[in-house]
Structures are given as structure tokens and as C-alpha cells.
């Protein structure tokens, strides 16, 4: 079976960080957690299908591949992608750039590729509020019902070389607020699910930093499964700040 990519635009060249490459560079972001708290939502039968926007080098697209799930990874420059960046020397045949503010569709073979599960890791604040709307409908568009959009967003000004990246730098309320216009419905009770643990963004959300959870139908979303004490307990301690202090101790 192959994926194909359908695109109005292989690039994304009027974006800022076609322009100013800074973070498909150097990103390359996977959280393990994240990924066992994920296929848990799902029968352990089911080959989760997972797309990621804003999949820079494309480390995340492989930990799901690799998990043995389908993972499709989506990115508006190229660099990663001519320099063979992280997973783009390996998986290549799962990553694709296109410009995600324009029409795009994805086919496995010739059948139109729905996901379960859209990611998008400190991506949707690099979008001009202009354009918040198109990237709303490409996810519709790939989600299937009862599909998760899982965000990390970033509500602060990030500028490189004169060039501001973060063209959208607005509160939760009013991001939750504007995709819910778009016709998605928020889940947060998932947000509390991953326990803090996400592949990019704080630990706990903040003014600067925080994930929102949305679907495209509450009635067919999955179960959100019971979690033992122990586990959760681990999830609270891992990438803690004491955490962190006694691992930079232990290993000096």
C-alpha cells in the first residue's frame, strides 16, 4: 500500500518558516508516554492512523510506525526534507511537505485517507489568523467521526532573524473559541486522560503554553479508559520539575 499526496502547493513558500526554517531544523520531538496513553484509547487490535501537521523532522511520525500504527507527517518546508533531516532519512515514505493553509488530500492507493487522530505540536500559532479557517477544514477533511485534534499551542511572540514565526498569538479561551467556530467541539476530560504527558508543550497548561483536545462528533469519541493509581502517579512525576533536579544530581 502507498500513500500519495495531493497538494495545491508543495511548499508552503509565503510562510515564515519556509523562509526562516528555524524550528523543521531543529525539532524533533517524541514522548513515549504519550504514545502508550494514545493506542490505550484504542482495541489493541486496531492499527491506529495518526497525522501530524507541523511534522519538522518527523521523530513522532516514527515512534507511531514503529509502535506498529500509521502515522502520515505533514510539513510546510523543505529542509528536513532535502537535508534528510532525522526521520526523513528513514521514513520518507510517510513524510510530505505541502503548504497546510491550502486544499490538500491524502489516499492510501486510491481510497481517501480519514484519521483517527490529527496532531498538530506548537504548530496552528505559526498560521496567519487569516488562514486558521482552510487549515480547520483540511482537518475535518482527514478526520474520521469521533477522530481526535489533539494541539499544543504556544501564546507568545517568537521572532528569528527579524522574521515573527508566531503569526497567531492569542489565549486558550479565544483559540478554543475560534476552532469550536469552525464547527469542532471541545473534549477536555482527554486533556486530563495524558496526565501532562504530551510530546511538546508544558506540563501543565499555563497563560504560555497549553493543549486543547477537539473532536468532530462527542457521541463516537473513544472511551476514556481507567487508569491504575500508580500509573497516574508516574505520569505526575515524570518531567516534573523535582524529577528533574534529582536526575540532573544522579547523573551530575
Known sequence: MKVTLQAERE?????????????TRRDSFVNERF????????????????????CAGGQFVRTCINDGHFAVGLEGSDWSKRHKRS????????LFTCDL??????????????????????????INENNLQIVARNVQAHLSPGGLWILSITNQEDVVGGVRLHQTVRPKLWWRQKLESFGFQSVDSFVGYFAGQFVRGARKDNAVSFHLIFTNNRAKVPEI??????????????????????NRLIVG
Open 35 to 54: 504514545n502508550k496513553r494514545l493506542w490505550r484509547l484504542y482495541p489493541a487490535t486496531q492499527v491506529v492512523k495518526v497525522l501530524d501537521l507541523g
Open 11 to 23: 511548499l508552503a513558500f509565503d510562510s515564515p518558516d519556509h523562509l526562516m526554517p528555524w524550528g
Open 225 to 246: 479508559p481507567a487508569i491504575p493509581l500508580v500509573h497516574r502517579m508516574f505520569d505526575t512525576w515524570i518531567g516534573s520539575k523535582p524529577q528533574r533536579i534529582l
Open 87 to 94: 526521520a526523513w532519512a528513514l521514513i520518507e515514505q510517510a
Open 101 to 126: 493553509t491550502r486544499p490538500f488530500e491524502l489516499f492510501l492507493d486510491v481510497q481517501p485517507l480519514k484519521f483517527d487522530v490529527v496532531t498538530a505540536w506548537e504548530f496552528i500559532e505559526h
